[in-house]
């Protein structure tokens, strides 16, 4: 395509050419009109006695063949194949030829070679110059002036009868040949001359056109291509991604049936079925009990990544009481943090907001926060809260614990990511599964620290879009 | 005597199950996949089956259909030992009588997971 050398015969666009089509329909209904005026002006106005039915009569012809000619366009635009162009242009011609004749027999009828509106020949040929090619327009512009000779001397040798336009012009003019002669001269100038002119600038304008065409369907496939390419490489990442998902769900689960297995053979042992455990085998065993445990448990913080992010979070959701997920959530660890010496604050809304979520993925966030505020506080408070806002529900865990260093803030919740001042527990895995849970229901997932309320420990906040604001 | 069949594929597991199992008076037979597990389960009439749900040749989804279509086994009660990949919240096993405990299970609690549902003779 972008090869494409500019065609003599090319045709800018289908659009264009319709609507030039429906300018000749329009302009045809104005015609008739017109002819209509002038005929009844000329007769009645300016006493010229000359017959008006032959008029009225191709009046009527014009009228019926321009109601085809509506309705064969407005079927055309229906049409958008490539063969409607070469349909559009070959019923241009006709209409341009047909046109023609029926200007003929009109001037025929009209005086002939002594009605000035012989000229309107010239019309005729611009029209076609600019609908059609070069070729085409010189085609009908000869045709154009032969018509008009033959009239001219079919009447002038009496072949055919005149019509005289009596109390216009004399009479005999129409038998001078010198003025036959120069009024078809200068009708061929003239035609000649415009279709010369016209069929110039029309070219130069569908050049343009075309130029116009080639870059844009340059600038197009351009685009295209690059966006291809760019489409090509999220795929790859988001396949490789999965891929990657999928092994480390494999992995995990390869990993976790052994120590599965040799935790209950420890524990076998250690519960006395394999006969009696003296105090200092028991210590060595659950020293490697405790360290499986440890194990179990980052492998089963390890296996949330894949199944959050393999979307077996989004079948597990359903409409929830959010209070009901968070006083679920904080079961037993109100007993932990009082063990502490901490006070245990919980502030619900009166009316719990309904969310759509997963009962069981949020609660696991709630115990995970509450979990690691009260690991972190020595003295103080514990506090969660769940309130609305806006076209948000937010639930913040406050406590008045050792705080966060601001350097930590940023990658809190990266994986493995562990705060500079705290000792290491757990399975380091917890905010980053965390912040998927919340990310997969929609929401956000933050710290502050220290609180901007109290000055004191940190805040952590997480958004569940409010499913009444819907 | 009351009869229990443990369907799983690690050896290692089912060694200390039917230890514990059998020092408690119960008699246990068992069986290495699900296919070989509704084999057991038609000739030994077990009074439990404690079942593994991912393994190989027939794993516990396939397990439970062939399970629940045999009106002479399908109201034997079923223990299903998950490990957490195989949690039952993301797709239950459509058993009549199940109970899910995730591995690993302690010699004293999966005793009393048993005696729930079995009295010793």
Redesign the interface.
């Known amino acids: 395509m972008t090869n494409k050398e500019p065609v003599a015969g090319y045709m800018p666009e289908l659009k264009a050419l319709k609507a030039r089509l429906n300018v000749f329909v329009r302009m045809r209904w104005l015609v008739v009109l017109g002819i209509i005026g002038v005929a009844l002006s000329a007769r009645y106005l300016f006493n010229i006695s000359f017959s008006t039915l032959p008029v009225f009569i191709i009046c009527f012809f014009l009228l019926a063949y321009n109601l085809w000619m509506y309705l064969w366009n407005r079927r055309l635009s229906k049409d958008d194949t490539e063969i409607v162009i070469k349909r559009a242009q070959a019923s241009g011609y006709i209409q341009v030829l047909l046109d023609l004749g029926i200007l003929t027999v009109l001037l025929h009828f009209t005086g002939g070679i002594t009605n000035p509106f012989i000229f309107v020949y010239v019309i005729h040929t611009t029209a076609a110059s600019i609908l059609l090619t070069k070729r085409r327009a010189y085609e009908l512009t000869t045709i154009a002036v032969a018509m008009a000779a033959l009239l001219a001397f079919l009447e002038y040798s009496g072949v055919i009868g005149h019509v005289n336009l009596v109390g216009f012009l004399p009479v005999t003019l129409y038998r001078q040949l010198n003025f036959v002669w120069s009024v078809i001269i200068t009708l061929a100038v003239l035609t000649y001359t415009s279709t010369y002119i016209t069929t110039a600038v029309a070219g130069e304008l569908r050049l343009q056109h075309l130029k116009m065409d080639l870059l844009r369907d340059q600038l197009l496939k351009e685009d295209e291509l690059e966006l291809q390419s760019i489409s090509a490489e999220v795929t790859r990442l988001k396949d490789e991604r999965t891929s990657f998902i999928r092994l480390l769900?494999v992995v995990?689960?390869d990993l976790?049936?052994p120590?599965?297995?040799?935790?209950?053979?420890i524990?076998?042992v250690l519960?006395g079925?394999a006969g009696e455990v003296v105090e200092e085998q028991k210590d060595w065993l659950q020293r490697g009990s405790r360290r499986i445990d440890g194990l179990?448990l980052l492998?089963?913080d390890l296996?949330d990544i894949p199944?959050i992010e393999l979307g077996?979070l989004k079948?597990?959701m359903a409409e929830l009481s959010l209070n009901e997920v968070i006083a679920n959530s904080l079961a037993g660890l109100d007993i932990l943090a009082e063990k502490k010496g901490l006070k245990f604050l919980v502030e619900l809304p009166e009316k719990s907001p309904l969310i759509i979520g997963s009962s069981?993925r949020l609660q696991q966030v709630v115990t995970n926060l509450t979990n690691n505020a009260i690991n972190y506080t020595k003295e103080g408070e514990i506090k969660i809260r769940l309130f609305e806002k806006g076209d948000e529900i937010k639930v913040e865990v406050i406590d008045t614990g050792i705080g966060i260093p601001p350097k930590d803030l940023p990658r809190l919740f990266d994986e493995f990511y562990r705060g500079s001042n705290v000792e290491s527990k757990g399975s380091g895995l917890g905010l980053s599964i965390a912040r998927r849970i919340i990310g997969a229901h929609g929401g956000k997932i933050w710290a502050e620290s220290p609180n901007p309320e109290t000055g004191l420990g940190s805040k952590f906040v997480f958004t569940i879009p409010n499913k009444q604001n819907k | 005597m009351s009869k229990i069949l443990i369907v799983d594929d690690?050896i290692?597991?089912v060694a200390?199950?039917k230890?514990?199992l059998q020092?408690e008076g119960y008699k246990v037979v068992t069986a290495g996949n699900g296919e070989e597990g509704l084999a057991q389960a038609r000739k030994e009439k077990p009074d439990l089956i404690i079942l593994d749900i991912?393994m190989p040749v027939m794993d516990g989804y396939l397990f439970a259909d062939q399970f629940n279509k045999d009106k002479t086994i399908s109201k034997i009660p079923v223990v299903a030992l998950t490990?957490?990949?195989e949690s039952p919240?993301?797709q239950p096993v459509p058993f009549e009588v199940v109970e899910y405990v995730s591995?690993?299970?302690?010699?004293?609690d999966l005793l009393l997971l048993v005696n729930k549902y079995l009295k010793k003779t």
């Open positions: 769900n995990t689960h976790q049936a120590l599965v297995a040799v935790q209950s053979c524990s076998y519960d079925y179990l492998i089963t296996l199944r077996q079948q597990e069981r | 690690d290692d597991l200390v199950e230890a514990v020092r991912v490990s957490y990949v919240l993301d591995k690993p299970i302690k010699p004293k």
